[in-house]
């Protein structure tokens, strides 16, 4: 078991280009799931996936994100034509369901939005 | 919908003392689980504590404790003989126990800084 991982930790953009975000799960979880943080809150629920099926959108997810998760394994989440208000830690989540309710997270990207 | 309330933006508590850190929640439902998370400034987010709301009994994990209060819709978290590695931000968490869809979309609080000073 070695965690959930999320690439990059840090990244900084121009306004108006796209970002990509990695996550890689722990190995046998087949939920993953994506949160944005802003500073000073706790994290809001955006997106999960079971297996490699999207169940689940919030309407925090505008359509300039898209998230996937090809064969049921890690998962990007692309943010296209980035704003400032997307500055945010995007954390990911997994989980194995239904055996157990705990959701493991990772450390996180760190997005800022110049 | 269900709402987390953290109303202790900062605590702070001398080594080896006791702290106590409040939560409340809104909701209608009967069946879910509530949480705490701590997030150091690693971010990684560690579960610390969780509650089942149809077991009467606090949870207990070493020396953190829960007082589950499922009327008064509160779970609070005592911290004892705190230690420096317990400094960090905590989240109080909600999560509806539905089964499906539900598992795993939590609510969380704003959080609560802690400092545990030497």
């Known amino acids: 078991d070695t965690g959930v991982s999320q690439d990059p930790r840090h990244k900084i953009t121009k306004r108006g280009q796209n970002v990509t975000f990695r996550c890689d799960p722990i190995?046998?979880?087949?939920?993953l799931y994506w949160y944005r943080q802003t500073l000073g809150q706790g994290p809001e629920f955006l997106t999960y996936?079971?297996?490699?099926?999207?169940?689940?959108k919030s309407r925090l997810l505008s359509d300039r994100f898209s998230a996937e998760r090809p064969k049921g394994s890690f998962s990007t989440l692309e943010i296209q034509r980035t704003e400032q208000g997307d500055s945010a830690m995007y954390l990911c989540?997994?989980?194995?369901?239904?055996?157990?309710?705990?959701?493991?997270f990772g450390s996180g990207t760190q997005l800022s939005v110049l | 919908a269900q709402t987390v309330t953290q109303s202790q933006p900062e605590m702070s508590v001398q080594e080896a003392e006791t702290v106590t850190l409040s939560c409340t929640y809104d909701?209608?439902?009967?069946?879910?689980?509530l949480f705490w998370y701590k997030q150091p400034p690693s971010r990684q987010m560690i579960l610390v504590i969780r509650?089942?709301?149809?077991?009467?009994q606090n949870a207990t994990e070493n020396r953190f404790s829960v007082n589950f209060q499922k009327a008064a819709k509160s779970f609070s978290l005592k911290i004892s003989d705190s230690q420096l590695g317990d400094t960090a931000m905590y989240f109080c968490a909600f999560m509806l126990n539905a089964g499906g869809t539900s598992y795993g979309k939590l609510t969380f609080g704003q959080g609560t800084i802690l400092t545990v000073h030497p």
């Open positions: 509650q089942e709301a149809y077991k009467q």
């Open positions: 989540a997994s989980s194995l369901w239904p055996t157990n309710e705990k959701l493991f």
């Open positions: 909701t209608s439902e009967n069946n879910y689980y």
């Open positions: 996936f079971q297996n490699e099926a999207q169940l689940e």
């Open positions: 190995s046998e979880h087949n939920r």
